[in-house]
């Protein structure tokens, strides 16, 4: 199974084109977009770092590393996508670095902890974008 969605259109495009029905997939369904829509790794790599600045920062030097290691995961998290994921469809890059950027608001550290918002705010966006984001077919 690869990155990329795979919708009921690409599959009949896929057919139109003459390709052998041993080789045309079907659509993915409601869990492989789910788990096509929230990268991993990304959100793996932003956790591990976020740890690592905690235990070892104080003050504005954690707040400053934190915003920049958020803005340079948030930046790469597409370009990973795209170059090794091989996701090449908009809708679905722009969706994954969504749930990257709610996965980190739930996180609750720094950069959003800044914000003064309650955790639950982050733990409902959380659960909804989860829930809902797979409905959508890149």
């Known amino acids: 199974m690869g990155r990329q969605i795979v919708s009921k259109d690409d599959v009949a495009v896929a057919a139109s084109m003459g390709t052998p029905s041993a080789i045309i997939r079907t ?7 789910l788990m096509k829509y929230i990268p991993p790794e990304v959100v793996a790599v932003y956790a591990t770092l976020e740890s690592m600045i905690g235990a070892n920062s104080k003050g504005d030097d954690l707040v400053r590393l934190s915003w ?5 995961v948030l930046v790469a998290c597409p370009l990973y996508l795209r170059r ?10 722009t969706l994954s ?3 990257f ?20 705010y982050g733990a409902i966006l959380l659960t909804l974008t989860t829930f809902l984001m797979p409905i959508i077919e890149a």
């Open 27 to 33: 659509p993915d369904t409601y869990i492989d977009r």
């Open 68 to 72: 920049l290691v958020f803005a340079v």
């Open 84 to 93: 090794l994921g091989g996701v090449s469809k908009k809708l679905q890059l």
């Open 97 to 99: 670095t969504f749930a």
């Open 101 to 120: 950027f709610v996965w980190a608001f739930a996180y609750g550290g720094p950069p959003f902890s800044l914000l003064q918002i309650a955790p639950i």
